[in-house]
């Protein structure tokens, strides 16, 4: 069955559009009081994350109230390590934190290449039924994080600034780190595949902690991985956003992908002079937000002026921040609808 608004897929494939397609970074969750409600109803989020209908219903949710162009189905990129053997917890106002982590070869030698049916079909079965409920009218966003970022969760533990004891690993023991990121790759690859398989129209991987490695680590320990996953999925378009790494952005482009995604710190026009013909997604600074509905009006026109009216989805240039007003979010996107519109007449 054909989908009724493709512009994100059309987008991502560089055909020309009617007008730019827009969704958020970290729409589904965050920011709605009908999540929130949801959440509230159980025990947390993890358990949200695990119950497939509430899954998909706060995954619907965005596309219901704010009229985004894509939904990106409810989960975390923290499944993975859940998936191999290194449980997560989600705390209240903290963030997540692994009562276990990888410290030595034999912590590393416990964890298994994740078994996507067994242990992840709780997301397989969410996409299954955001798919039939969305009824084909936008596509559905399936996503990883990028083996790197899971790696900084992994060793680390919690979130950090520095992910300096992550870090460590690289400079003490480098073939460690290297085993440890072979077998989230692994993983990541299997669970990307079976999320197209269950119904995911495109894929974006996270790289959120990109920004912190030296140019040629990222090479080594992120971009490497990264290749692996872009040319292992060929079923749909693919969107890699490596959140700080604007040091990285052509070898970025050099993956096999439709799209690269840009923070609010990456000029746009240098960035279309380095990732060549692939269309771009961004970026307009979360805190604009923040701003009066006039100024986002204008801030996100002269955004969509300089990445022109194609190869472009509109986007924040990271997740949307938890206390920003819906309504803002209604006007940067009405925005984008309304005045690429014109410029497309
Ligand atoms: O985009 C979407 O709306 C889909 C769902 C989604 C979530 N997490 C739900 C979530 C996605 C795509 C993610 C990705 C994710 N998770 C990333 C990469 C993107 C980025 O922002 O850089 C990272 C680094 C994580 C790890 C993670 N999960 C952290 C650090 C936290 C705590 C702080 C936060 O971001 O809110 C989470 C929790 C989380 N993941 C929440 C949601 C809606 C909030 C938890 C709650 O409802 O209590």
Not at 16 to 27: G, I, N
Not at 79 to 102: D, H, R
Not at 165 to 182: G, I, N, V
Not at 268 to 276: A, Q
């Amino acid at each position: 069955m054909a989908l009724k608004n493709d512009l994100l897929l059309r987008a991502a494939r560089g055909e020309k559009t009617e007008r730019t397609p827009v969704w958020l970074m970290r729409q589904a969750g965050r920011i709605l009081p009908e999540y929130r409600a949801v959440r509230n109803s159980l025990s947390g989020f993890i358990e949200l994350v695990s119950t497939p209908a509430l899954a998909a219903e706060v995954t619907i949710q965005p596309v219901d109230i704010l009229d985004v162009d894509a939904a990106i189905i409810f989960s975390d990129i923290l499944v993975i390590p859940e998936a191999m053997g290194l449980p997560y917890q989600m705390v209240e106002k903290k963030g997540p934190f692994f009562p276990e982590t990888v410290k030595t070869q034999s912590d590393l030698n416990k964890l298994k290449i994740a078994d996507v049916a067994s242990d992840l079909g709780y997301v397989l079965e969410a996409i299954r039924i955001t798919k039939k409920e969305l009824n084909n009218r936008v596509p559905l966003i399936g996503f990883a994080g990028a083996p790197f970022t899971i790696f900084c969760y992994m060793v680390e533990g919690s979130g950090s600034k520095t992910f300096s004891k992550a870090r460590k690993m690289l400079y003490q023991a480098p073939e460690m780190a290297h085993q440890l990121l072979q077998k989230i790759t692994d993983s990541t690859i299997a669970y990307l595949k079976a999320q197209i398989e269950a119904g995911a129209d495109l894929i974006q991987v996270f790289d959120s902690w990109a920004g912190i490695l030296p140019p040629n680590q990222y090479e080594v320990f992120s971009v490497s991985y990264m290749k692996q996953i872009a040319d292992a999925i060929q079923e749909v378009p693919k969107t890699f956003f490596a959140k700080g790494a604007y040091f990285a952005r052509e070898s970025l482009a050099a993956l096999d992908c439709q799209t690269i995604g840009l923070d609010w710190n990456m000029d746009i026009k240098e960035s279309r002079e380095l990732c060549g013909t692939k269309t771009l997604q961004g970026n307009l600074d979360p805190c604009a937000l923040y701003a009066s509905d006039k100024e986002i009006e204008k801030l996100t026109q002269q955004m969509l002026d300089q990445f022109g009216f194609e190869k472009h989805i509109a986007n924040l240039g990271h997740g949307v921040y938890p206390d920003i007003n819906p309504e803002k979010v209604k006007v940067f996107i009405n925005t984008v609808k309304e005045y690429s519109s014109q410029k497309n007449d």
